[in-house]
């Protein structure tokens, strides 16, 4: 009896440590932040386009615990001529305030995206953030 519960044990195992190293192995998912005003004190749910006054408020604890002094923003495959430009960073309370400027080549066309973006230090990843980009189209 007790040969078969060991048996039975290690093959359980066997069949669970695939899962459990590839969970703890994974790619760290993408945290969902919030975009607020230059203040930190108004939160908005996405980016939006042909700004300078919003900021992306992320949790220290996503940054490490504290904020590093060479951040940069890496915001991937944007729609072509969209970009997010990190201008400054500043600290309120447990949350970092990424202050950056959102703007697009085109205004002519509209944009309504998720971004992924990598906030790097010391060229490695630190923290990938995940917030919508914004942009109605206009015309002159």
């Known amino acids: 009896m007790k ?3 060991l048996t039975a044990a290690f093959s359980l195992s066997l069949l669970l440590a695939p899962a459990v190293l590839t969970t703890a192995l994974a790619a760290p998912t993408a945290v969902q932040v919030t ?3 230059s203040s930190g004190d108004l939160s908005y749910p996405a980016l939006y ?3 300078s006054w919003m900021s992306l ?3 220290l604890a996503d940054l490490g615990g504290s904020v590093p002094s060479d951040l940069s923003l890496d915001a991937g495959a944007l729609a072509v001529g969209t970009t997010i430009t990190l201008d400054s960073v500043t600290q309120t309370g447990d949350m970092a305030l990424l202050h950056v400027t959102v703007s697009r080549a085109d205004t002519g ?5 998720l971004a992924t973006i990598n906030v790097m230090s010391g060229g490695q990843v630190v923290a990938t953030l995940s917030i919508p980009v914004l942009g109605a189209a206009s015309s002159d």
Do not use: F, R, Y
């Open 3 to 5: 040969k078969n519960i």
């Open 49 to 51: 386009t042909e700004s």
């Open 35 to 37: 975009a607020s005003d």
């Open 109 to 113: 066309i509209s944009i309504n995206q």
């Open 57 to 59: 408020a992320v949790p």
